[in-house]
């Protein structure tokens, strides 16, 4: 599986995501549980969840007992998306185990699976920034503008997706090698967060 056939799969879940366009709605994800495939549909999945409950939290008009609710949905998916990232780690981690790193091998500033990440946020951009260049009811310098907008965005999808390609041939050929922190996340551990401990 090369990596253009991600942002294929990116694509595939905003379809699939915008046929009922809801924030409750269930991920029917195709692929074979544990597969990479699997893990970046759900991925995704929650990041376009995340993205549609960031638009709802900023409505003026938001009551403010709900805007407390989505927000915390949004620390809730916030972890759930870490998590994610953590799994396709593993995913790479276990590809690549019996690979033995060159003797001048090097570490990429980022993990595979972060750079994934943000393949995956650029795909939800591209998404709606095309719905907006597209937009019949918005002014010519509206759509003139996210036109120009979406076709960086373009650009940037083109040029995330041969570094990762070109990260993972490193890996696989053993001129860097891959080393995975865990997030740790403070906030949403109540052992962690003072204000939490505090209030026991």
Request: charged content about 30%.
């Amino acid at each position: 599986m090369n990596v253009s056939e991600f942002n294929g799969i990116f694509d595939n879940v905003l379809d699939a995501y915008h046929v009922a366009d809801d924030v409750n709605a269930q991920c029917e994800n195709p692929y074979t549980p544990g597969s990479l495939e699997f893990l970046l549909y759900k991925k995704c999945w929650i990041d376009a969840v995340q993205w549609h409950l960031e638009d709802i939290i900023r409505d003026p008009q938001i009551d403010p007992a709900e805007a407390l609710s989505v927000k915390r949905w949004i620390d809730r998916s916030n972890q759930e998306r870490t998590d994610m990232v953590e799994y396709i780690d593993s995913y790479f981690l276990d590809k690549y185990k019996d690979t033995a790193p060159k003797p001048d091998a090097k570490i990429n500033t980022e993990t595979p699976a972060w750079a994934i990440d943000r393949l995956s946020i650029l795909a939800q951009k591209i998404y709606h920034m095309r719905i907006e260049a597209l937009r019949t009811d918005a002014s010519d310098e509206h759509r003139q503008k996210c036109s120009e907008k979406l076709a960086v965005l373009l650009q940037q999808r083109e040029d995330l997706t041969s570094a990762i390609s070109d990260l993972l041939n490193d890996i696989a050929s053993g001129d860097k090698f891959m080393k995975v922190y865990k997030q740790m996340k403070m906030y949403n551990d109540p052992s962690l967060n003072p204000v939490l401990y505090a209030a026991k």
